[in-house]
């Protein structure tokens, strides 16, 4: 199946806020509140920051926050620190034939 | 703690098989869905599929039917993925992951086992 879109680039200076967009289909992002956001550092398991659109699990700050308007959903990163600098995956349920997970392709955010 | 371990590293032929393992610690592995995701060298994550742990059902994503196959053991709480007939372009990091909602919250990820497929 398809892929979610994002942007394959994002950028901000520490302390800015940045946010990174998901867009997919009624059959994916915009059917369902199963969107979850992955940080995956080089070299390194991804790790859930996001789950069921806009849920933190334990331990993730609360400078993450996920939301999703229609068929895009994204996540806002605030108060960016250094540490934040790594990929990020989307990810929705979908009822497309063929699967029922769908990864966006990553969005590496740099902070400079 | 809740933990995922993966069997190691594996170098293998084209035509060959392997078996990749995954122990659950710190929680029953028939409590959580699992799930496996692949990332092929310098690329983005793809979901392979999932099993339902309680009945040991699989269910495959449209590019992994065939040739892979999910399973369980539950009496040692570890999760298994085979792959036959193995082809260069299946080289990449391969993760077992807990969905701890059953709705895509994908928690807990093993610490992956990277399979490269090379003559």
């Known amino acids: 199946q398809s892929a979610l879109t994002q942007p394959p680039s994002a950028s901000g200076s520490p302390g800015q806020s940045v946010t990174i967009s998901c867009t997919g289909t009624?059959?994916?992002?915009?059917?369902?509140?199963?969107v979850s956001w992955f940080q995956q550092h080089p070299g390194k398991a991804p790790k859930l920051m996001i789950y069921?659109?806009?849920k933190r699990p334990s331990g993730v700050p609360d400078r993450f926050a996920g939301s999703k308007s229609g068929n895009t959903a994204s996540l806002t990163v605030s108060g960016l620190q250094a540490e934040d600098d790594a990929d990020y995956y989307c990810?929705?349920?979908?009822?497309?034939?063929?699967?029922?997970?769908?990864f966006g392709g990553g969005t590496k955010l740099t902070v400079l | 703690q809740v933990q995922l371990v993966q069997s190691g590293s594996e170098l293998k032929k084209p035509g060959a098989s392997v078996k990749v393992s995954c122990k659950a610690s710190?929680?029953?592995?028939?409590?959580?869905?699992m799930n496996w995701v692949r990332q092929a060298p310098g690329q983005g994550l793809e979901w392979m599929g999932w099993?339902?742990?309680?009945?040991?059902?699989?269910a495959y994503a449209q590019g992994f039917r065939g040739r892979f196959v999910l399973s369980l053991d539950t009496s040692v709480n570890t999760a298994y993925l085979q792959i036959s007939s193995l082809k260069a372009e299946d080289t990449g990091m391969y993760y077992c992951?807990?969905?701890?909602?059953?709705?895509?919250?994908?928690?807990?990820w093993g610490q992956g086992t990277m399979v490269t497929v090379s003559s």
């Open positions: 990810s929705s349920f979908t009822s497309n034939a063929g699967g029922n997970t769908v």
């Open positions: 099993i339902n742990t309680n009945t040991g059902n699989p």
């Open positions: 009624s059959s994916d992002v915009g059917g369902y509140n199963s």
């Open positions: 069921e659109v806009n």
């Open positions: 992951v807990r969905d701890f909602t059953g709705k895509d919250a994908f928690d807990i």
């Open positions: 710190g929680y029953t592995l028939t409590s959580h869905p």
